[in-house]
């Protein structure tokens, strides 16, 4: 084949695998797609009787974190769905808008090109996100685990009646959000979406509370300025400032603290923050 027909095919080739990507992106989830769910969220049960079943504590913590793994596995499961994925994760809603007074999605919240889809929480780099606290035991885990299971399994049972494509995909993605965020909770960050929490901040009338609840509050719940030392909380507020400033950028409608809205932010925290560790 000569190099501008060998040129024209691949053209042809590359339009015709866009389109095929784009035809299954389309395709709504599916029973079958519900079904493979199903087997995972079974093992997911099973693997979490055993760990309740279990008495010896090394063998407890090899089945607390095989159980942890695997839902982290069934929770790309559910993002890889048809029609649930998107490249750009613009369309994912991570945070609970009956208490966040609003839709906030990945791209207004990092920016349009957020690689991986993942939400590094306040303070917690990336590759670590799913990582449990060290103090959480096996015993523990099983308490908080299992109505957290319980919910999941309700969820598939109402996505696999479902009969109407689009109300399925509703349901998954509702299924998504109430597991990441119970995930996020057991793993200590449930203050992401604490309700009224504005009104819970120290010296909550002064231009340092209000700037924290305005600021913070476009992302998510402010954070109690007792999280992390005065420390920790300079290396935390340059890094979502940072973001902001991406996300302002990628048109995501965010408004960027200016120097002086930045100092008192930190003087304030630094104020109320947590003793040195």
């Known amino acids: 084949m000569s190099p501008p027909r060998l ?8 339009v015709a695998a866009l389109l095929a990507t784009l035809a299954e992106a389309a395709t709504p989830t599916g029973p079958q797609q519900v079904q493979q769910l199903q087997v995972q969220l079974d093992a997911l049960n099973r693997q ?10 090394a063998a407890q ?7 942890w793994s695997l839902m982290q596995d069934y929770m790309r499961s559910v993002r890889e769905m048809p029609g649930m994925y998107a490249p750009t994760c613009t369309d994912w809603v991570m945070m609970d808008s009956s208490l966040m007074g609003g839709e906030k999605t990945w791209s207004n919240i990092w920016g349009p090109d957020m690689s991986g889809c993942k939400w590094p929480g306040h303070g917690t780099p990336k590759d670590t996100m799913w990582g449990m606290p060290g103090s959480m035991s096996p015993t523990m885990y099983q308490s908080q685990m299992q ?3 319980q919910r999941m399994n309700s969820q598939i049972a109402a996505i696999a009646k479902e009969t109407d ?6 349901l ?3 299924h998504y959000a109430t597991t990441y965020r119970d995930m996020q909770s057991l793993r200590g960050m449930g203050w992401l979406w604490a309700p009224n929490a504005a009104a819970s901040l120290p010296e909550k009338d002064s231009r340092g509370a209000q700037l924290v609840a305005s600021v913070c509050a476009q992302c998510h719940s402010p954070p109690s300025p007792a999280l992390h030392t005065a420390t920790e909380w300079t290396e935390v507020l ?8 991406h996300t302002a950028a990628a048109g995501g409608g965010v408004k960027v603290p200016g120097a002086a809205e930045l100092d008192a932010i930190i003087k304030y925290l630094s104020k109320h923050a ?3 560790r």
């Open 172 to 174: 998954m993605r509702q």
């Open 238 to 245: 340059s890094r979502m400032r940072a973001s902001l400033q």
């Open 7 to 14: 040129v024209a095919a691949l053209a042809i080739f590359g």
């Open 48 to 57: 979490l009787t055993q760990l309740k079943a279990t008495s010896d504590p």
């Open 165 to 170: 494509p689009k109300n399925r995909e509703a």
């Open 147 to 149: 109505p957290l299971m």
């Open 61 to 67: 913590q090899q089945s607390m974190q095989r159980h």
């Open 274 to 276: 947590a003793a040195p």
